[in-house]
């Protein structure tokens, strides 16, 4: 095992959060994520130990491993790489029991409902491909 249990490496949770404050730069300059203040959402990858738990601050997104969130969504990577890219709504997800939610789940739709009017980030199409190539 590359890493310990129940451990998520920090590269990771701070690749996570520079990838995320740059798809959502201009929404953090201007009040479209304003929602998330004050709350936490949980992450969660299929297949991945642990979690990422992301919060809005003035600074723009936080990624850390907060315990308690408002909101937990978990899905596999392909799943989430779809929903991403737009190619796949997530409420065909939630009720084909492949992205489960716990928690807040109005919260939920509004993060949904955001994500499905953005366009893709750089470089997702490419690393979507690659996910499908691998198997994931």
């Avoid at 798809?23 to 994520?33: G, H, Q, V, Y």
């Avoid at 980030?121 to 690393?127: A, I, N, V």
Wanted: proline fraction near 5%; hydrophobic fraction near 45%.
């Amino acid at each position: 095992m590359l890493f310990p249990r129940r451990r998520i490496p920090l590269p990771l949770s701070v690749s996570l959060q520079a990838a995320l404050n740059i798809w959502f730069f201009d929404d953090l300059c201007s009040t479209r994520l304003d929602f998330l203040r004050g709350k936490r959402v949980r992450l969660r990858v299929d297949g991945v130990t642990g979690w990422w738990c992301v919060s809005r601050m003035d600074g723009g997104l936080l990624v850390t491993r907060d315990q308690k969130a408002d909101v937990s969504m978990a899905a596999r990577l392909s799943d989430w790489s779809s929903v991403v890219l737009g190619q796949t709504d997530p409420d065909e997800l939630f009720f084909r029991r492949r992205l489960r939610i716990t928690g807040d789940v109005d919260l939920a739709l509004a993060i949904k409902n955001h994500i499905a009017g953005k366009e893709p980030p750089p470089g997702s199409r490419q690393l979507h491909r690659l996910l499908r190539a691998i198997g994931v």
